[in-house]
């Protein structure tokens, strides 16, 4: 137990220098930067969450010493967690409020942006993507049997059916996702009928709820709140920002308590929920480095293979339709839970670091890492150094979705996430600056 306890000890240096490093480099702390948010879940689930099971003298998962490949594990992720910092720094210095640049061309867009005109075609795109995604997720759920009542009252107003069909159209189910950015339009763009778009909004969160995507619902309201203060070019108080940490707690943990009775329409029973009951429900969540673990230590000793590309695969074999390929396989080769502890376990999570473990070994530690540095640095600057609403609203749904990349691997679920979460902004984006080009001409 010293020695895994001392790898606690080396993984918590290792990441407060990089935190005072990167910290050093700024004007100022920035609780929007992604940087903070990252590095402190990856905190909470290589730090804590081992201590909390060497504090429990707990040291294997379904039969497997996980505590066991702890050393070999750590040194991946300290070496993954060393290439992500050093490419997330930035050259240059930049303010952590938006600095409205002096670029004229920014300037100028940003009040095309307001033209009665452009912001009344905003929000009638906002509206079609809106309520088409949310019409079609919801078609989705009726054939399976959940009713948009059973929905709306969080499983607690009507009966789950049997599932009846429906799985030939699980994609429609994935629209729920592009609702997202047609919400956030709406709460950006449209000065009118605000009390008709906050129950849009909370029908979307019923829905991503009481179907156990507790994520996408906490990737809404984050986004809401990041936004609304990086539009306001203003920072959340630290009062606040515990505040927020702690109601963030009581929701992660009081939805695993519920989340079995909320999906099948089970009754709430309050009485189960206390501090005791919460904390386990809470670590439920963070305790997702046992796969990694086990992961690393499997591919160590040969039991296990690393997937060699097939995820990225996946990726482009799940958008080809069945009706090209009726023969189509769910999935090339196996998850990395699936070939660890077989399909009778039915799936869990592990961080995104093991899914780059598992599909090319350290190599694809250090590159995809290193990748996944350079793309949050740039993805931060851009929101820094512009107001352009769009991509601030990108920004903000991004920021809240790294509570889902950082902790759950997968990446063919991460593509159909950002196809679907930030195709419509970024379709909106592109059309947006080709019709102010033809205004400039």
């Given at each position: 137990m010293?020695e ?5 000890w080396?993984t918590?240096?290792?990441?407060l220098i990089?935190?005072?490093?990167y ?8 609780i929007f ?8 879940l ?5 730090i804590y ?5 060497i ?6 998962y379904q039969g ?5 490949y702890?050393p070999?594990a ?5 070496i993954?967690y060393?290439?992500?910092a ?15 640049s002096?670029?004229?061309n920014?300037?100028?867009f940003?009040e095309?942006?307001d033209?009665?005109?452009?912001r009344?075609?905003i929000?009638?795109y906002?509206w079609?993507?809106f309520?088409?995604?949310?019409a ?17 009252t969080?499983?607690?107003g009507?009966?789950y059916d049997a ?6 159209l699980?994609?429609?189910?994935q ?16 000065k009118?009928?605000k ?8 029908i979307l969160?019923a ?9 996408l619902?906490?990737c ?9 203060y990086l539009?306001k070019?203003?920072?959340p108080?630290p009062?606040v920002?515990i505040?927020?940490i702690?109601?963030?707690?009581l ?6 308590i ?13 009485t ?11 670590m ?10 086990t ?7 040969g ?9 990225f695969?996946?990726?482009?074999v799940q958008f ?10 769910a999935?090339?080769g ?7 502890y077989?399909?009778s376990?039915g799936?869990?999570a592990?961080p ?7 599909e ?23 929101v820094?150094?512009?107001?352009n ?8 749904i991004l920021?809240g ?5 950082v ?15 930030f ?8 059309r947006?600056k080709?019709?102010y080009n033809?205004?400039?001409c």
């Amino acid at each position: 137990m010293f020695e895994n306890s001392s790898w606690l000890w080396i993984t918590a240096i290792h990441m407060l220098i990089w935190f005072l490093l990167y910290r050093c480099s700024k004007r100022k702390f920035d609780i929007f930067d992604s940087f903070y948010l990252i590095s402190a879940l990856y905190a909470l689930v290589f730090i804590y969450g081992p201590y909390v099971w060497i504090q429990r003298n707990q040291t294997s998962y379904q039969g497997v010493e996980v505590m066991s490949y702890m050393p070999q594990a750590m040194l991946v992720f300290n070496i993954g967690y060393f290439f992500y910092a050093a490419f997330s720094f930035n050259r240059r210095n930049y303010q952590t409020t938006i600095a409205y640049s002096q670029n004229q061309n920014t300037a100028t867009f940003s009040e095309f942006l307001d033209e009665p005109s452009v912001r009344t075609y905003i929000i009638k795109y906002a509206w079609i993507v809106f309520g088409v995604s949310m019409a079609l997720s919801l078609l989705y759920y009726r054939l399976i049997g959940r009713s948009l009542w059973f929905m709306l009252t969080l499983g607690q107003g009507a009966e789950y059916d049997a599932i009846r069909g429906g799985y030939g159209l699980y994609f429609l189910m994935q629209f729920v996702r592009s609702a997202i950015p047609g919400c956030i339009l709406l709460i950006a763009f449209s000065k009118k009928n605000k009390l008709l778009i906050y129950i849009c909004t909370y029908i979307l969160c019923a829905v991503c709820i009481s179907t156990g995507s507790r994520n996408l619902a906490i990737c809404v309201i984050l986004a809401i709140i990041v936004y609304s203060y990086l539009e306001k070019n203003k920072r959340p108080s630290p009062v606040v920002i515990i505040a927020g940490i702690v109601v963030l707690y009581l929701f992660v943990g009081a939805m695993g308590i519920f989340r079995g009775a909320i999906k099948t329409g089970g009754s709430i029973d309050l009485t189960k929920v206390n501090s005791d009951s919460l904390f386990s429900a809470f670590m439920f969540n963070v305790e997702i480095f046992y796969p990694f673990f086990t992961l690393i230590g499997y591919v160590g000793s040969g039991r296990m293979s690393l997937h060699y590309g097939l995820g990225f695969l996946n990726v482009f074999v799940q958008f080809i339709p069945r009706a090209i390929w009726s023969s189509k396989p769910a999935m090339l080769g196996l998850t990395a839970f699936q070939a660890m502890y077989g399909d009778s376990m039915g799936g869990a999570a592990y961080p995104n670091i093991g899914e780059f473990y598992y599909e090319f070994g350290i190599l694809g530690v250090i590159i995809l890492m290193a990748l996944f540095g350079i793309q949050m640095k740039k993805a931060y600057r851009k929101v820094i150094t512009s107001h352009n609403k769009v991509e601030i609203i990108s920004y903000s749904i991004l920021f809240g979705y790294m509570l889902q990349f950082v902790c759950r691997g997968h990446l063919a679920s991460w593509a159909i996430d950002f196809v679907f979460m930030f195709g419509p902004l970024w379709y909106l984006n592109r059309r947006l600056k080709r019709w102010y080009n033809r205004q400039k001409c």
